[in-house]
């Protein structure tokens, strides 16, 4: 079984600077990079799943829901990778969208 605590870990931390956040911040783009990045391990997630199956795209639940959305994304990703090269690609998601987004 593939160890994903380094991503949940990572996910963790972004998702308390997202909520740490003033709203200012969010809006200026960090909560669309949260989206962004939720729906991105969401798909990925599904294609592992099931890949003929349809991908459903994550909702934009808001603003200040991005925290939570990359939270499940991530742990729903995390069940179903398959090896470490999957594993440090999904790291470097995360790091590369906590930097764009600027927290």
């Given at each position: 079984?593939?160890?994903?605590?380094?991503?949940?870990?990572?996910?963790?931390?972004?998702?308390?600077?997202?909520?740490?956040?003033?709203?200012?911040?969010l809006?200026?783009?960090?909560?669309?990079?949260?989206?962004?990045?939720?729906?991105?391990?969401?798909?990925?997630?599904?294609?592992?799943?099931?890949?003929?199956?349809?991908?459903r795209?994550?909702?934009?639940?808001?603003?200040?829901?991005?925290?939570?959305?990359?939270?499940?994304?991530?742990?729903?990703?995390?069940?179903?990778?398959?090896?470490?090269?999957?594993?440090?690609?999904?790291?470097?998601?995360?790091?590369?969208?906590?930097?764009?987004?600027?927290?």
């Open positions: 079984m593939l160890d994903t605590t380094p991503l949940t870990d990572a996910v963790d931390r972004f998702a308390d600077r997202l909520r740490a956040a003033p709203q200012s911040r809006q200026r783009g960090a909560a669309a990079e949260a989206l962004a990045l939720a729906r991105e391990l969401s798909a990925w997630a599904q294609r592992l799943e099931d890949p003929e199956g349809p991908v795209e994550m909702p934009d639940a808001g603003m200040f829901a991005g925290s939570d959305q990359i939270t499940v994304a991530a742990r729903d990703l995390s069940v179903v990778l398959e090896d470490t090269a999957q594993l440090t690609q999904a790291l470097a998601l995360v790091e590369e969208a906590q930097k764009r987004a600027g927290v």
